[in-house]
């Protein structure tokens, strides 16, 4: 799933990604939204690296370096976050990820 870049395939990812429990899942699901590249992931990868788990955040930040191949609106909406997280999480790699 996660290297489907199907449109189609961006709701539902994002639903899993706002139910599952399980961390690994939610690491998972991030990629793909990343991969996706789809302006709708731009909050949900936003929300990730803020609330979530270490592992979690890590694949956000990374994944929100990929969508910003979309568009300057992306790359705008997601530079605050990633600096946010960058100066204030408190695991080092996902600080590395956000740089």
Do not use: H
């Amino acid at each position: 799933m996660g290297r489907n870049s199907s449109p189609d395939a961006v709701e539902p990812i994002i639903k899993q990604l706002n139910r599952d429990f399980n961390g690994y899942v939610r690491k998972g699901l991030v990629w793909a939204l990343g991969n996706c590249r789809a302006r709708r992931s731009l909050g949900p990868l936003i929300e990730a690296l803020r609330t979530d788990i270490p592992a979690v955040r890590l694949w956000a930040a990374s994944s929100l370096g990929q969508i910003t191949k979309v568009s300057y609106e992306i790359v705008v909406g997601a530079i605050p976050p990633l600096i946010q997280a960058l100066r204030q999480d408190s695991i080092p790699a996902v600080r590395s990820n956000c740089a």
